[in-house]
């Protein structure tokens, strides 16, 4: 078997279009655009939500999120799901972590089963079957982390380091600025590049890929930038101008009145009012640019150890990302709605088997989903497939190029509770959905609440400017596009306690079991 080894990358909050080999006309990313020439580039990749927590979610569980259940950040994935570490761990493999996982342990459910301790079971439950070589999620201070310490070991004297050097940046005049205020975005940040969280995790990963020799591995290497705060180490903060970022794609018809309900109360939010600051635009973009290419110039580290210990030869490698950033698009900031520079991401893929030798370097276009990485790690490690649980497909058809019938479709959802737009719609706490359909030719939006759809027309409005979703021309494209999706959610998988094996001998078995009822 070729595939022996699985290194899973994945980046937090880098969009579609920001690499070299997706056509960004500025921004350097050589070393995946060499991943890219060794394998294939899917152009149509999309997330199953458009916030870290659900995504990646379903990134680890192969599953919808309507599925899984964890919707919104901090929303705990229920103990019972099984997690891409479990279906290893039946193998007799592990599923190695270096960086962020968003994971949040599942307190209600594992206090249910007593398993609220410190034993083996419950330290891998709460970390979703992932073996910590390093956990760094980036978002706030971590003061006995792993992280933290090393830091002060190098010398960086401060109980928060992260906060004090890490994020934080250097004025021309000496002054120390606050990393969180984007207005500082274009300032190097006060730690050395060598120690910067990329580095850190990147050095985390080359030494457990070096450690293993010819032992068989999955690793999880999951980097915590370009997602904010945007600060960036010299010489990164600075590669890049204004004059390189693409066009802020936004229109005067997405605001007002007339605009979407939750497209008008998201541009209320805090930080799309200051990204619809044009100054907030020149700051923050470049800087995202340079910790694109800082993530990009240590991948090439990892390539270079894939080389010496031959491990091309024998892994499959894949790289992504969680989901896009609006950077101002949209006349939005962060992430979450349904347009595709926060939905369509990158990914590419890189089988080492002979039989994907006449796919290299190509551009896959047909519909991908996050849904469906879990499947092609199982089936490139020959293990089995547990179509009981899985609702994505393995992607090793595409890459070997023995695919027939595939997908026309992709699907996202999002929960807006948990966002002040929700209180500003004067909707009570609850559940409040929305819910995407995307073909190559419309996106169409259902959300609950009573809140009315979304269409987009993709080859007339591929920019998503304009809203179709109550002209009552189309009223008919929106109900054959709902129906899509209520046959979609018709065929979810919520039976998951038996195999389909098992469902196969549990049919029609009652006379075995001794029970006659029915007869005359």
Request: glycine content about 8%.
């Amino acid at each position: 078997m070729a595939v022996r080894n699985v290194l899973f990358i994945m980046c937090d909050q880098l969009r579609w279009d920001h690499l070299g080999c997706a056509g960004h006309p500025h921004l350097r990313t050589p070393n995946l655009d060499r991943l890219a020439a060794r394998g294939v580039r899917f152009d149509q990749a999309y997330v199953q939500s458009g916030i870290c927590g659900p995504s990646r979610m379903s990134f680890y569980t192969g599953r919808y999120v309507a599925s899984h259940g964890a919707t919104h950040n901090r929303v705990p994935l229920s103990v019972g799901e099984v997690t891409l570490g479990w279906h290893l761990r039946e193998a007799g493999r592990t599923l190695a972590l270096a960086g962020k996982t968003h994971m949040l342990p599942d307190a209600h459910g594992m206090k249910r089963l007593l398993l609220d301790g410190q034993d083996e079971l419950a330290v891998l439950l709460r970390e979703g079957w992932f073996t910590l070589l390093d956990r760094h999620d980036g978002h706030h201070a971590e003061t006995q982390s792993a992280y933290a310490h090393w830091l002060r070991a190098q010398g960086y004297d401060s109980q928060d380091p992260w906060t004090d050097y890490v994020i934080a940046a250097t004025d021309t005049d000496g002054s120390i600025r606050n990393g969180w205020k984007m207005r500082h975005a274009r300032l190097p940040a006060r730690v050395r590049e060598e120690h910067s969280e990329t580095a850190y995790t990147t050095d985390q990963a080359l030494r457990f890929i070096a450690a293993q020799g010819d032992t068989p591995w999955v690793l999880h290497l999951s980097y915590v930038k370009p997602h904010w705060p945007y600060i960036a180490p010299a010489p990164y903060h600075a590669m890049y101008g204004p004059e390189h970022a693409l066009p802020v794609r936004r229109h005067a018809a997405e605001r007002g009145n007339d605009a979407h309900p939750v497209l008008r109360e998201f541009q209320q939010e805090e930080v799309a009012q200051s990204f619809q600051n044009d100054a907030c635009i020149a700051a923050v973009r470049p800087t995202y640019m340079g910790l694109i290419t800082q993530v990009d110039d240590h991948l090439g580290r990892v390539w270079d150890l894939l080389e010496r210990m031959g491990r091309w030869e024998d892994t499959l490698v894949v790289f992504t990302s969680d989901h896009g950033d609006y950077l101002g698009d949209h006349w939005l900031g962060e992430k979450e709605l349904f347009h595709d520079c926060i939905q369509r991401v990158p990914m590419i893929l890189y089988d080492p088997s002979r039989e994907a030798d006449a796919k290299r370097g190509a551009v896959e276009t047909r519909f991908v989903e996050a849904i469906d990485l879990v499947p092609t790690f199982l089936d490139a490690l020959g293990l089995p497939e547990a179509p009981h649980v899985l609702e994505g497909r393995s992607l090793l058809g595409l890459t070997r190029g023995t695919a027939t019938e595939w997908r026309e479709a992709a699907i996202s959802e999002l929960d807006i509770t948990f966002r002040a737009a929700r209180r500003r719609l004067g909707l009570p706490t609850g559940q409040h959905r929305g819910f995407m359909l995307r073909t190559a030719e419309w996106k169409y939006i259902h959300w609950t609440s009573g809140l009315p759809p979304q269409l987009y027309d993709l080859r007339a409005d591929p920019d998503e400017f304009h809203d179709l979703g109550q002209d009552p021309a189309h009223e008919a494209r929106r109900v054959a596009m709902r129906e899509r999706l209520l046959a979609w959610a018709t065929n979810l998988k919520c039976r998951t306690t038996l195999t389909w094996a098992e469902a196969e001998f549990r049919t029609d078995r009652h006379k075995a079991a001794g029970v006659f009822y029915g007869e005359w």
